[in-house]
């Protein structure tokens, strides 16, 4: 299946309009309250599908986007790879929400998420990506993760893994990642840009491990992989708060 949707949010006089809704099975979008959601079928993507997002953020306009529910990766029948494709595009002035649920990689799964993020030189985001490894006593499929984020041109983050059989880590029977997973089943990776950056900082733990990586005074990676998704997010949550906080961007601080 090859899937599309294309979401356009401008500035209007006194809340961001959302100018441009079309979506093409699997995908559905819908306004909600101050937010935005994309839903997809509870059975895909399947290996095979080829799904593509576009999303453009005007100048002056302040985006909330996230998704209905998590998303599961199927393998197909034929034993082909999916792909995901997310294009964001963030103009002058402009703030982007991104906190989509997470993606599940489902045994004997081959995903490839793409995730391309443009900003203008005074835009600001917070893009937040999760996955889970698997479901409940089950291996995962094997996924790769690609995030590449440009400001005015210039390249801010370029950050990729894999996970899943042949990817080098098997504590886990069929997981892994080139950074090591460990045993850990859910993975947290966010950048934010227009936040006070300050120094690096971790936190370890057995059940799970965090870091606020610096790219620039006001751009930060954070990443954290643990044992599953509420310890995850609370360890971030005491890491940094930004990354897993649902603050409307319209009572959002002098951040956001």
């Not at 986007?65 to 103009?91: E, F, K």
Request: aromatic fraction near 2%; include cysteine.
């Amino acid at each position: 299946m090859d899937g599309s949707a294309r979401i356009v949010i401008g500035a209007g006089p006194e809340r961001s309009a959302l100018e441009v809704c079309r979506s093409v099975p699997p995908f559905s979008i819908r306004r909600c309250g101050s937010r935005v959601l994309v839903g997809a079928s509870a059975a895909g993507p399947v290996g095979g599908d080829d799904l593509r997002l576009d999303v453009v953020v005007r100048s002056g306009a302040r985006a909330d986007i996230g998704s209905v529910g998590a998303m599961s990766i199927h393998p197909g029948p034929t034993g082909r790879a999916s792909s995901l494709t997310t294009r964001l595009d963030v103009g002058d002035g402009a703030c982007l929400d991104w906190f989509p649920e997470p993606a599940v990689s489902i045994a004997g799964s081959d995903h490839l998420t793409r995730t391309i993020v443009d900003l203008a030189n005074d835009a600001v985001c917070r893009i937040v990506e999760e996955v889970s490894l698997g479901r409940s006593r089950e291996p995962p499929g094997r996924l790769r993760l690609r995030l590449d984020v440009t400001r005015a041109g210039r390249p801010l983050v370029r950050h990729s893994e894999t996970f899943g059989p042949g990817s080098g880590d098997h504590a886990i029977p069929g997981a892994g990642s080139t950074v090591s997973v460990g045993r850990a089943r859910h993975v947290l990776s966010a950048v934010l840009v227009g936040v006070r950056a300050g120094d690096s900082r971790t936190v370890v733990s057995d059940a799970c491990r965090a870091a606020w990586l610096p790219m620039t005074p006001d751009a930060v990676v954070v990443l954290a992989v643990g044992d599953d998704r509420p310890i995850v997010r609370s360890t971030v949550s005491h890491l940094a708060p930004e990354p897993v906080s649902y603050t409307h961007l319209d009572a959002a601080d002098d951040q956001w």
